[in-house]
């Protein structure tokens, strides 16, 4: 049992982690996803990157849907205006790879201007069907720019070459990805910690509060959907990468409600539930179908055939049930256990 | 001595509703003013106006020499402008520490690529501003708190977790809308001693409405009575005890005139 939180400086109160614990097993959790590609079979291997990429868009919805409550069903229009973005600028403009990503996350900063602005009027449902109209715009206008995208052929990309480092094996890709992902949750933390979080989560919780402590609720609503689309098109990038195909096809409408399922399943507001529901919902179809599988090659089989409308009903079931059971998500779980743990036996 | 607060003939309206109609009335600095009234007589639609919340139909509100009607309302904080609401609007999800760290907001200048490196000026700035945060916890007395969920917490200490969001926006001149209304007789007197040392110690004006009339005649240097909206009367405590047109507004009717002295002044 510890018996308390002792601290001598400020710097140690405004630190991200307090404990020396955590710094070691996230160090752990790190050398084993380094060495991951090298003991994973393939299958696996490009489970791990999909989870890795997801994590990086689900934690830039995170900053719009999480911190700030503002519902976006239109997402996936922001993975694929980055995904475009990245294609367009390095397949066929032969940019280099970097400005490749750093477009991919700039062109949808600046498409969120455009849907924000109605956000700073509406709220809730009405913003909700705003983005997800927006998401099929975006879709339409992708198809009909033909000069730009190749319309519905879609874009071949890649995967690039950079620093003198090939990322087409996939080992180097899933680093890559690895390294972009934990980059993007420590910006999504030091966002959290900051006067710009802060500003987000007040509007969230309470906007006329927000307003009398001098937060300028137009411009954080708009920032919010900047840096959120941003980090969500570079997540839309390494899809694309991963799919070595950019098309509209390649990103469906379903990926906006996994993202939300995510959200909600990791608990809403934290980027460690971002994680968390990432690895939960990555994980899940494919659990599904091995525990499924013990019991009937059949089931095996219906997985393989319908894979996209059993993924949806098992979001949905999944929503369902943890808004019954554990509104909290996996990150309000873990807070339970961590709390039951540190002050074990006293129940608290 | 140029007051800090000048509201020259201010109205609001709401469709038919007059809110408030026609009110002036000055805040000199190192003051702490009150405004009482009956129920609905336009009280917290005047805060409003004051801090941004709603725009005035007519009139203006001068502050600290600049003519509020000219910036947009999330610059009044800013201005020197803090309030507390009179019914809570926590950030309830967070922790004490973090909803007063909200309060430091126009003191930080960090902008989000700066949070994203963290290291240099977003570090620095969240040190000092939580240098800052641990002082105003000290002074209102809420340490044992401090990392709390303010949602978790009893309904005195959520108001005084306002107060310290407000303080912590170090404004000029401080709005407290019926801080004591709920709070048990030893709750209004920390309130009441915390108030007097905001303005002695702190150097902060001091506007308040509240119902409680002990804290209004014991601490208030002015007060201004506000009936449908209307200002009736206005000045020392003592004035208003004896202003039988307050006592009417109170009671009601022509009892009160023959009433009014005893009546009010046992009540404070």
């Known amino acids: ?348 | 001595m140029t007051a800090l607060l000048a509201i020259e003939n201010l109205s609001k309206r709401f469709g038919g509703l007059q809110a408030v109609a026609d009110v002036s009335l000055q805040v000199a600095p190192g003051e702490i003013c009150s405004v009482i009234g009956p129920n609905g007589a336009g009280k917290t639609t005047l805060f409003n106006m004051i801090s941004g919340v709603l725009r005035p139909s007519s009139g203006s509100i001068g502050f600290d020499g600049i003519d509020l009607a000219t910036i947009p309302p999330w610059r009044f904080a800013a201005a020197g402008i803090g309030r507390t609401f009179q019914n809570l609007a926590l950030f309830k999800h967070g922790t004490v520490v973090e909803n007063i760290l909200t309060g430091r907001h126009t003191h930080l200048r960090s902008t989000v690529l700066d949070a994203v490196l963290w290291f240099g000026r977003t570090r620095r700035e969240e040190i000092s501003a939580r240098q800052r945060v641990e002082h105003i916890i000290e002074f209102l007395e809420i340490e044992h708190i401090r990392d709390a969920v303010v949602g978790t917490l009893s309904y005195g200490q959520q108001k005084r977790v306002e107060l310290a969001r407000a303080l912590a926006c170090e404004p000029k001149l401080l709005l407290l809308d019926e801080m004591v209304s709920g709070m048990n007789q030893e709750e209004t007197e920390d309130i009441a001693r915390f108030v007097l040392d905001i303005r002695d110690e702190l150097g902060i004006t001091v506007l308040m409405i509240e119902h409680e009339m002990r804290i209004v005649m014991d601490i208030s240097d002015r007060v201004h009575v506000l009936n449908f909206g209307r200002k009736i009367a206005e000045g020392t405590p003592d004035d208003i005890r004896r202003d039988p047109a307050v006592a009417e507004a109170y009671l009601g009717g022509n009892r009160a005139a023959t009433t009014a002295r005893t009546t009010t002044g046992a009540d404070a």
């Open chain 1, 1 to 348: 049992m510890r018996t308390g939180d002792y601290k001598q400086t400020y710097g140690e109160l405004v630190a991200l982690v307090d404990s020396p614990p955590v710094w070691l097993w996230s160090a752990v959790l790190v050398l084993a996803l380094i060495a991951a590609p090298h003991v994973l079979n393939s299958y696996a291997l490009s489970l791990l990157t999909v989870i890795l990429i997801t994590a990086t868009g689900a934690l830039g919805l995170n900053i719009l849907t999480g911190y700030t409550g503002l519902i976006s069903l239109g997402h996936v229009g922001f993975l694929v205006t980055g995904a475009y973005a990245y294609a367009v600028l390095v397949a066929k403009y032969q940019m280099h790879p970097l400005i490749g990503l750093l477009g991919a996350g700039v062109v949808p900063a600046a498409a969120s201007l455009v849907v924000g602005a109605p956000s700073l009027r509406l709220k809730g449902l009405y913003l909700a069907i705003t983005t997800l109209a927006f998401s099929f715009i975006i879709n339409t206008a992708i198809l009909e720019m033909r000069w730009l995208t190749n319309g519905a052929r879609g874009i071949s990309v890649q995967r690039p070459q950079m620093f003198g480092v090939s990322f087409d094996g996939d080992a180097a890709f899933t680093y890559l990805c690895l390294a972009i992902a934990t980059l993007t949750l420590f910006a999504t933390l030091n966002i959290r910690r900051s006067r710009v979080g802060r500003a987000f989560v007040a509007i969230r919780d309470n906007d006329t509060a927000a307003r009398v402590m001098g937060i300028n609720l137009h411009a954080y609503k708009l920032l919010a959907f900047v840096t959120s689309a941003f980090i969500t098109g570079i997540a839309g990038a390494l899809y694309g990468l991963y799919l070595s195909f950019v098309s509209v096809e390649g990103f469906p409408f379903l990926l906006s409600i996994e993202a939300l399922a995510i959200l909600i399943v990791g608990g809403l507001g934290s980027a460690l539930g971002a994680v968390l529901g990432t690895i939960l919902i990555g994980l899940l179809p494919e659990a599904t179908r091995i525990i499924l599988g013990l019991f009937s090659a059949q089931m095996d089989a219906l997985f393989t055939t319908g894979a996209q409308e059993l993924k949806s009903m098992l979001y949905g079931l999944v929503i369902i049930l943890f808004l019954r059971f554990q509104p909290r998500g996996l990150v309000g779980a873990w807070h339970d256990i961590r709390r039951t743990w540190v002050h074990w036996p006293l129940r608290y």
